[in-house]
């Protein structure tokens, strides 16, 4: 202590410091902060920086040389007509991951508010969740059984309600495939934005309710008139995670389909994986991922402003 | 609801009934195909029956004949450790940025909250690499640093909250009795914030239980799987073998599924972390 006193009584005058003065407290900050920051530093943000580097090398990750190709990657990235089918193939499970998980996730939340303390409400509350303890490879293994033509639950479902034409192997066919993942996607994620919407609904003052049913507006239009707009905040909060989460979808693809067949569900996050590690394209696959970080983060800093605006205006 | 219309009441369960067999067929096929024998499925019985003969024979010879246990004790022991340098690193971050004032602190916290919409996959090759080059390729504990990392965001930015709300003059009294930011953190600080943490070792325990690209990317051999990597290749393994499979997804699934009936508001709690805040 005697040292770090008589530091603080002899130097460090100047106006402008990034730090605070050397005591106690300036110890702490520094040892504190020490693990997290050599951790992300590590792990998050110079795998980041390295992938830039490498993208920019033609490189099997084997050899000890690799050749520098400047942007040879990045504009093969562009003509890449796979790799634009991934980008297409992920704004596609964008949008209907949030058009599907938004509604059915909320009208699920007015049912279960609707249902209130009675007990087969809570039941179904409690199994409506289950989907969310799974790992994404255990459902994706259930879910390719599930849709086994020969011994799977969908077309022996179909041709019970007499939609014979309709069943097909829905995994194998390059028309359906990326929709069955989807559907599964959706199935899996659901619970997450009911239970979100049910603590927003539930978080809405009961004198609210209480007087707009008193004023005849009846239970459908409290919930579209009053009770929306009071979680509009929440929505937009769903949207967001939904938005970011579905750019980071690997698990269950890689598991039901690995992209195929013949690319029909391949998104950006399984491209990367197949040309980096199956086919040793390390170069290559780091230019895909160097895309899907400008991408996310685009959207990101894109989504952070909009919505910004968003609430300055409201 | 103020008053019970019958009408109302059987419409909405009949719409409940429904989600519950959208949500719950899943689970019943998983369960049920596990206790069947490995030839039913190709007997032509409907998927849908009940098995002819069920018999635990599936769910025995997982737990007996293979290395279940090996993956299970695999699993606890990276998630484990994980969970508690992620509370430990994460709580002592969190406390700087709650209660210090310096220059950096905004910057900083921004930089590392943005590592919440950063996709695992962007990490992935150059994490393989340095995993090879340090010699920990293989290994259950090359985990330990990814794992680590990537979920410390979350955690400060959780955590951060909480120990804003320690009041000024607890802290003041604290330091009037002599004691140092240090003390005071492990003394006061820490056990007031234990419903985020409790909060934070749910999430962060589901979330690595469940986890898989990083164990996909940087482990091989049979014994240092953990789980979902173990029962990606149960897959091959048991290739025709139907009933298998779903025994071993059964058997897999069923801890966190247990914990969560047991203590489901904890854990609706801490899985919705992310999203509530």
């Known amino acids: 202590m005697n040292s770090m006193a008589s530091v603080r009584e002899t130097g460090q005058v100047g106006r402008w410091r990034l730090l605070p003065r050397l005591n106690a407290d300036t110890l702490t900050i520094f040892l504190f902060l020490l693990p997290?920051?050599?951790?992300?530093?590590?792990?998050?943000?110079?795998?980041?920086?390295?992938?830039?580097?490498?993208?920019?090398?033609?490189?099997?990750?084997?050899?000890?040389?690799?050749?520098?190709?400047?942007?040879?990657?990045?504009?093969?990235l562009l003509r890449d007509d796979i790799f634009v089918k991934a980008f297409r193939n992920n704004l596609v499970v964008v949008s209907l991951s949030i058009a599907i998980q938004m509604p059915i996730g909320m009208g699920l939340?007015?049912?279960?508010?609707?249902?209130?303390?009675?007990?087969?409400?809570?039941?179904?509350?409690?199994?409506?969740?289950?989907?969310?303890?799974?790992?994404?490879?255990?459902?994706?293994i259930l879910f390719k059984y599930i849709y086994d033509p020969s011994f799977g639950l969908i077309n022996p479902a179909l041709e019970a309600v007499g939609l014979d034409s309709w069943t097909r192997a829905w995994l194998g066919n390059t028309d359906t495939s990326l929709y069955a993942v989807i559907a599964v996607i959706c199935w899996q994620y659901t619970p997450f934005y009911m239970v979100l919407f049910?603590?927003?609904?539930?978080?809405?003052?009961?004198?609210?309710?209480?007087?707009?049913?008193?004023?005849?507006?009846?239970?459908?239009?409290?919930?579209?008139h009053i009770a929306l707009p009071l979680v509009s905040g929440t929505v937009r909060t769903a949207i967001i995670l939904s938005l970011i989460g579905s750019l980071k979808y690997f698990d269950l693809i890689w598991v039901m389909t690995e992209g195929g067949p013949s690319n029909s569900s391949e998104l950006m996050a399984t491209y990367m994986y197949k040309k980096a590690f199956p086919s040793f394209e390390v170069g290559y696959g780091s230019t895909v991922a160097s895309a899907l970080f400008i991408i996310v983060m685009g959207l990101a800093v894109f989504m952070l402003l909009f919505t910004r605006r968003f609430e300055t205006e409201v | 609801m103020s008053k019970r219309d019958p009408l109302k009441m059987v419409s909405l369960l009949a719409i409940g009934m429904v989600w519950l067999v959208i949500a719950g067929m899943p689970f019943y096929f998983m369960a049920m195909t596990g206790f069947k024998g490995q030839f039913e499925l190709f007997s032509g019985r409907s998927?849908?029956?009940f098995p002819e003969d069920p018999s635990f024979q599936n769910y025995e010879e997982v737990l007996t004949s293979g290395s279940f246990f090996t993956y299970v004790r695999n699993s606890l022991a990276i998630v484990g450790v994980s969970v508690v340098l992620i509370?430990?690193?994460?709580?002592?971050?969190?406390?700087?940025?709650?209660?210090?004032?310096?220059?950096?602190?905004?910057?900083?916290?921004?930089?590392?909250?943005a590592g919440l919409v950063i996709p695992v996959h962007v990490t992935l090759i150059p994490v393989y690499l340095f995993t090879r080059e340090i010699g920990l390729y293989?290994?259950?504990?090359?985990?330990?640093?990814?794992?680590?990392?990537?979920?410390?965001?979350?955690?400060?930015?959780?955590?951060?909250?909480?120990?804003?709300?320690?009041?000024?003059?607890?802290?003041?009294?604290?330091?009037?009795?002599?004691?140092?930011?240090?003390?005071?953190?492990?003394?006061?600080?820490?056990?007031?914030?234990?419903?985020?943490?409790?909060t934070m070792a749910v999430y962060n325990s589901v979330i690595l239980w469940n986890e898989f690209v990083f164990a996909f990317v940087l482990?091989?051999?049979?014994?240092?799987?953990?789980?979902?990597?173990?029962?990606?290749?149960?897959?091959?393994?048991?290739?025709?073998?139907?009933?298998?499979?779903?025994?071993?997804?059964?058997?897999?699934?069923?801890?966190?599924?247990?914990?969560?009936?047991?203590?489901?508001?904890?854990?609706?709690?801490?899985?919705?972390?992310?999203?509530?805040?």
């Open chain 1, 36 to 76: 997290t920051l050599v951790l992300i530093g590590i792990f998050v943000i110079w795998p980041i920086v390295n992938s830039f580097q490498l993208s920019f090398y033609k490189w099997n990750g084997i050899a000890p040389t690799r050749e520098f190709i400047e942007f040879d990657n990045w504009s093969r």
């Open chain 1, 109 to 140: 939340a007015v049912l279960l508010d609707q249902g209130g303390r009675f007990f087969l409400f809570r039941l179904f509350k409690t199994i409506y969740f289950f989907p969310m303890l799974m790992s994404s490879v255990a459902i994706g």
């Open chain 1, 198 to 224: 049910l603590a927003a609904l539930t978080s809405v003052p009961e004198e609210l309710r209480d007087a707009s049913l008193i004023d005849g507006a009846g239970e459908g239009r409290y919930y579209w």
């Open chain 2, 47 to 49: 998927v849908f029956a």
């Open chain 2, 87 to 113: 509370l430990l690193f994460g709580s002592m971050a969190a406390y700087i940025f709650a209660r210090f004032r310096f220059r950096l602190n905004r910057p900083l916290f921004i930089l590392i909250i």
């Open chain 2, 138 to 198: 293989d290994s259950l504990w090359a985990l330990l640093g990814p794992y680590v990392a990537f979920n410390l965001p979350l955690t400060i930015f959780i955590l951060t909250d909480f120990m804003r709300l320690i009041p000024r003059e607890i802290q003041e009294a604290a330091y009037i009795d002599g004691s140092g930011p240090i003390r005071f953190f492990f003394r006061m600080a820490l056990p007031l914030s234990t419903p985020g943490l409790a």
């Open chain 2, 219 to 277: 482990i091989t051999s049979p014994d240092n799987r953990p789980l979902p990597l173990a029962i990606w290749e149960y897959q091959g393994q048991y290739a025709m073998n139907i009933p298998a499979i779903m025994s071993v997804l059964t058997l897999s699934a069923l801890p966190l599924i247990l914990i969560y009936i047991v203590g489901q508001e904890r854990v609706l709690k801490g899985m919705m972390a992310g999203a509530l805040k």
